[in-house]
C-alpha cells in the first residue's frame, strides 16, 4: 500500500507539462470550507503555489484564494502558539515537581509528552512561516488533497482531491469500513473498482513513495528467535529520478439531500504486483507509471473496452526503483 508520497503538489507543473486547465471552482471550494473550520488537509506547497498564482476567484464579493489562504495560515499560528504555551507550561510544572525528588507518574508522562510537544510544535511554526521550499512540503498522506489532472469537456483538468476514494453513491461511513481505499488494487479493478475503472481515470506527478515495510523483511532475513516484528518507513525512488505519472481512478461523490456532509472529489493509486527490487525490500505492492504516450488514452476511457486500460497498465514505465529509511 502506498501510505505516503512525494508529488508534484503545484498545478502549475500540470499546465507547463501538459497544457492542463485549472478548475478554480474546486479549488476555491475547497479552501473556503477549510477556512469555515473543517479539518482538510492541504500540502504546503499546493497552499504556496496558490498563492504565487492564483486562478481567477469566482463571481461574487467574497475573499479570493490569497486571501483565504493568509487567513488560514493565520489562525493555524494561532492555534499553535496556544498549544505550545499550554505545553511549555505543562513541561514547566511536570519539572518541578520532578526536582523536588518526590516524582510522580503524572509528572514522569507530562514531562516526556511535553518535551516532544514543544520541538513538534515549533517546528510546524517554522514551516509555516517560512518562505524558502522544502522537499517535505510536498509529502501527502492518506486523507489529504493535491492536484489530480483529469479530462473534462474535452481537455486536461486539474482539480484538487483527496487521497481516499469513496466511490458515489456509497455512504460516507465507507471512509471507516474501507479506509484502505486510498489504493485500487488491479486485480479489483473490475470487482470492487467496477465503477470507477473504465469510467473515472486521472493521472498524479510521483517522485517517490513510501511504504510501511517489517524491518526484517527490509534487511532481507527472518526474524531472530524471540524477536517481535518492528515496523520501518522505506522511501523507494526512481532512477534515474523522474515525476512518474501514476495512474489513479477518481470519484465525485455527491452529498445526500438533507445532508450537513459536503459534495467529495477523491481519488485512489492503482497498485499492482511489485518489481523484484521493491519485493526484496519487504513491500508487496507498487503504483503503476504510465507511459506518456497512453496519457489520453488512460484519461479518456471507454467502457466497452476495458482490455485497452488494462494493456495501459501492462505497458508501464518500468523505472529502477532505489530505497532507504525515510527520514
Known sequence: MCYSAQVTADYRQYVQLFGATLSPQDFYSL????????????????????????????????????????????????????????????????????????????AQEDERIASAKVPQLLGWLADLRRTEPQARDARIYPGWYLPVMVWEDGQRVVKPMRYQCRPAGKPALYDQKYPGTYNARRDNLQGFWKGQFGHQHGVVLVSAFYENVARHAAEGRDLRPGETPENTVLEFRPQPAQDMLVACLWSRWQAPAGSDEADLLSFAAITDEPPPEVAAAGHDRCIIPLKPEHLDTWLRPNPRDLATQQALLDDRERPWYAHRLAA
Do not use: C, H, N, S
Not at 488537509?41 to 481567477?56: G, N, S, V
Open 31 to 106: 479552501y473556503f470550507r477549510k477556512a469555515q473550520g473543517e479539518k482538510l488537509r492541504t500540502p504546503l506547497a499546493m497552499d504556496r503555489a496558490l498563492e504565487q498564482a492564483p486562478p481567477a476567484p469566482p463571481a461574487g464579493d467574497g475573499p479570493g484564494l490569497v486571501e483565504l489562504i493568509a487567513q488560514l495560515r493565520g489562525t493555524q499560528a494561532q492555534a499553535w502558539e496556544q498549544e505550545l504555551f499550554r505545553q511549555r507550561k505543562r513541561l514547566a510544572d511536570a519539572q518541578r515537581v520532578l526536582a523536588t525528588g518526590r516524582p510522580t507518574k503524572k
